[in-house]
């Protein structure tokens, strides 16, 4: 813990998800108890190494390249190289809890780099705004999903290559 950052360590998972849903609703996602929050949240799940995955998301941004799901299931400890891929465990990959990271972390949407084997489809659209709309991140005015989703992909893709990445 750093001296800013408080200590929730105490708090349960819920009183974690509770914190956040109030500042995300209250517009402060920013703010350092929530900050401390999203990190103690990420520290705490066992099912996917977060830590792992971020650094998987950063180094494919370096790379300028995009990720599928599958990719990222395996960065962070969920599968196994060669096992067998379901489509339920896409749900073990805590989306919102990376968006808000990247978010509370001045990182862009790191998100946009996740894309199916089809590609960028109306399904990863659609999730990707549920991660903004939970995050709290607003579209541009005049800009669509796809068109922000694209933007962001290519911001992460610029801000990984700047020397600003981790």
Partial sequence: MTREEPDLTSKTDQQLRNLIENHRRAGKLDA????????????RNKAFDFK????????????????????????GGILRPGDPWRQHMTQKIPLSQIADYAHTHGMPAITALIETQGGVTDSILSGFQKGLDETGIRLPVGMTIRDFYLSERERAFDWASSGSAP
Avoid: S
């Fill in 32 to 43: 350092p108890l929530a900050k401390a929050a999203v990190a103690e949240q990420a520290r």
């Fill in 52 to 75: 792992a995955g971020i650094e998987f998301l950063v180094e494919a941004a370096r790379k300028r390249q995009a990720v599928n799901y599958r990719q990222l299931a395996e960065a």
